[in-house]
């Protein structure tokens, strides 16, 4: 691997001057699943590493004031997974537990997953359904985001760079409310998404649906929020052909391409069929039962 | 390489339950400290970008692939390697019933796999075989498949449950030879 020079800095501000001050040359380091990759094959050069593990509140999770899930963004999937708090927010441990295999898992944090920018990422659809708000340090301030607005293009965000993400805070969860999120690979685990999708659906006292998200995974520059499939949800009650529709009509906004793991028709089709899962899913959830496709 | 490398770091960490105390660039990999300087050569290098998991250690007690880990990232923490997890001399039931039960060919991803069924069955003594393929997923076999693995993993937790200390096998060579020939 390349030379560079490690800071360990304890505070968010010590950070974000560190990133200024080494102009543009440097890159944090969280699980370091993806960055170290990288560095040792010279896909991205740095000669400064700042970590962010020392910084205490990114290691933070915990509910929040109104209800919801902040999340620090040096969070690992291990912890998230074994973490009271996240414990109902079911569509980002569906996420967390099949990011790699248990050694990436102990290390990987979906902060880093985020600022990665993969299309294919796999917390981002849930993080999308889960309704995320994004909080991010630059040199002139804190600024906040909608995560739907976050990545910006393959590898791209807003930080561009120049940022540190601080947390992540997830929207509270309604009584009546289920998530879910579902990727398809070739085999059954230790593989990158060709598709995939993350759903949340609210139910209202009378069995109608209150509130929906759609997102859809690696069939799109960035993860797609299908905004008006979900909102043919609202005021509906759950039936198997409103859910056929619904994932017809989310499926008409995926804008795959070709490549060696999937055509623009299997991912198409791969996202009717995930968004019909996930919804499913969700409802049953929603409906108190406990739905596992991995063991936990 | 442009400019001078960056000054030496100096490491104190804690690998087996032993202080280890060492100087290393930052660039390096925990692996590569492992096995190059501190001659704990255990830890395989397989494919050193995180897939494999024939690096596999614990770090906290959490299983990582030392080959993605910065050497600089453990000061202060516990590791435990391969090294560690025979009790003088006398082979852990894991180790014993991958012997037993002829769960390797060519060797390379037999420690990772060893150092990771150790987190399950320290975290979760008695796994069904769908949590062991899942915990184990992130080791790979390129020799074997994974079924010998699998069983051996399986009869491990039943010998770590039945509380029996592990026989040592006088003869382990003529009995793999043995119970391969009776697997084909």
Redesign the interface.
């Known amino acids: ?6 800071h360990a800095p304890r505070s968010v501000n010590e950070a974000v001057e560190l990133l200024a001050s080494t102009d543009g040359k440097s890159v944090l ?1 969280a699980g ?2 993806d960055v ?2 990288q ?3 010279n896909l991205r050069h740095a ?1 400064h ?1 700042i ?1 962010i ?1 020392q910084i205490p509140e990114l290691t933070q999770l915990k509910t929040t004031a109104d209800g919801g899930l902040s999340l620090g963004s040096a969070v690992t999937c ?1 912890q998230l997974l074994h973490s009271e708090p996240a414990a109902p927010y079911v569509a980002l441990l569906d996420a967390a537990q099949i990011i ?5 898992q ?2 990987a944090t979906i902060g880093g997953n985020l600022c990665n920018s993969s299309p294919a990422a796999d917390s981002v659809p849930a993080l999308l359904a889960l309704g995320a708000e994004v909080e991010y340090a630059t040199p002139t301030g804190t600024q906040t985001c909608c995560v739907s607005e976050f990545c910006t293009g393959p590898g791209k965000n807003v930080m561009n760079g120049q940022g540190l993400l601080v947390s992540l805070k997830l929207l509270p969860l309604g009584p009546t409310s289920g998530s879910a999120y579902e990727r398809f690979i070739p085999r ?3 593989d990158i998404a060709v598709a995939s999708a993350g759903a949340y659906i609210e139910l209202a006292d009378d069995g109608t649906i209150a509130t929906a998200r759609i997102a859809l995974g690696a069939v799109g520059p960035k993860a797609i929020l299908a905004t008006q499939p979900a909102d043919a949800l609202i005021g509906q009650t759950p039936s198997d052909e409103l859910i056929e529709d619904v994932a017809r009509q989310a499926a008409t906004l995926a804008t795959p391409i070709n490549d060696m793991r999937g055509t623009i028709e299997f991912r198409q089709q791969l996202t009717y069929v995930l968004v019909k899962r996930t919804l499913h899913t969700a409802l049953l959830r929603a409906a108190g039962q406990v739905v596992s496709h ?2 936990r | 390489m442009p400019g001078k490398a960056p000054a030496k770091m100096a490491i104190s960490t804690t690998i087996n339950g032993q202080n280890y105390d060492f100087l290393c660039e930052p660039r390096q990999s925990l692996l590569e400290v492992l096995r190059d300087s501190l001659q704990l050569t255990g830890a395989k290098e397989g494919c050193n970008n995180g897939n494999c998991g024939a690096c596999t250690v614990l770090l906290d007690g959490e299983p990582v692939n030392s080959c993605i880990v910065l050497a600089v990232e453990v000061q202060g923490r516990e590791l435990t390697t391969i090294e560690g997890i025979a009790n003088r001399g006398e082979l852990h039931p894991i180790q014993q019933c991958f012997l037993e039960g002829a769960a390797l060919q060519c060797g390379i991803c037999t420690p990772g796999f060893i150092v990771a069924a150790k987190a399950l069955l320290d975290k979760k003594p008695n796994p069904s075989e769908e949590e062991i393929r899942f915990a184990l997923a992130g080791n790979l076999c390129r020799c074997t498949g994974y079924d010998k693995i699998v069983r051996s993993v399986q009869a491990a937790s039943e010998r770590i449950q039945a509380g029996s200390t592990p026989k040592q096998n006088p003869q382990p060579n003529q009995t793999n030879q043995q119970q391969a020939q009776q697997q084909q």
């Open positions: 691997m390349q030379a560079f020079t490690y380091l370091g699943t170290l990759v560095l040792r094959e000669d590493v970590d593990k291990s790699g295999g248990w050694q990436i102990s290390r059954y685990e230790m991995h063991p």
